[in-house]
T-cell receptor, first 115, second 114 residues
Framework: NAGVTQTPKFQVLKTGQSMTLQCAQD?????MYWYRQDPGMGLRLIYY???????DKGEVPNGYNVSRLNKREFSLRLESAAPSQTSVYFC??????????????FGSGTRLTVV | AQTVTQSQPEMSVQEAETVTLSCTYD???????LFWYKQPPSRQMILVIR??????QNATENRFSVNFQKAAKSFSLKISDSQLGDAAMYFC???????????FGQGTRLTINP
């Protein structure tokens, strides 16, 4: 099925370890996003990529890096994980040409725990 | 910066009754879009309803409707004939016209009592 695929779905890291969250979409969307979801704070934008070759910081970028590998893929890297990065991470993509829901499609999320 | 506020962390309603979830937002722009998303325990984000700011008519999708008060910057969601499957976290979200980033509220957890 078409959509946004995130891997892994669950991950436990030790403080200081690094990891990369992978995201791929097959809808030919131009824009991709990484959000984190924390209780009582909703979803907050970490980084986004308006188009292939560009990335920009969102509301909470500290401690993260991103790579827009190509039009399909947008990865999020934690170089040195901290307990404060324990969260649920969502990747999303959008296309302004998708008129039904304005193109927002979310992945199923990654639950990350840093101990 | 645009902000979205949901002042009700939790709500509950009896099955078959009506419930209203509140959302306010802050913006100085005139061209924007508002959304309500549902997140069941599966974590999937599901679009429930959207409203274009330039439209005066309130959006409706089956049992879901909104009360959009542009001057008051209020965007509430009404769920009629509540069903057990409506139990979820609900997020209000804002997007500026021409841009594509979504700004979310804190969420309201809705419980349906049988």
């Amino acid at each position: 099925n078409a959509g946004v695929t995130q891997t892994p779905k669950f991950q436990v890291l030790k403080t200081g370890q690094s990891m990369t969250l992978q995201c791929a979409q097959d809808m030919n969307h131009n824009s991709m996003y990484w959000y984190r979801q924390d209780p009582g704070m909703g979803l907050r934008l970490i980084y986004y990529s308006a188009s292939e070759g560009t990335t920009d910081k969102g509301e909470v970028p500290n401690g993260y890096n991103v790579s827009r590998l190509n039009k399909r893929e947008f990865s999020l890297r934690l170089e040195s994980a901290a307990p404060s990065q324990t969260s649920v991470y969502f990747c999303a993509s959008s296309s302004i040409r998708d008129r039904y829901n304005y193109g927002y499609t979310f992945g199923s999320g990654t639950r990350l725990t840093v101990v | 910066a645009q902000t979205v506020t949901q002042s009700q962390p939790e709500m509950s309603v009896q099955e078959a009754e009506t419930v209203t979830l509140s959302c306010t937002y802050d913006t100085s722009e005139s061209d924007y879009y508002l959304f309500w998303y549902k997140q069941p325990p599966s974590r999937q984000m599901i679009l429930v309803i959207r409203q274009e700011a330039y439209k005066q008519q309130n959006a409706t999708e089956n049992r879901f409707s909104v009360n959009f008060q542009k001057a008051a910057k209020s965007f509430s969601l009404k769920i009629s004939d509540s069903q057990l499957g409506d139990a979820a976290m609900y997020f209000c979200a804002y997007r500026l016209g021409g841009a594509q980033k979504l700004v979310f509220g804190q969420g309201t957890r809705l419980t349906i009592n049988p």
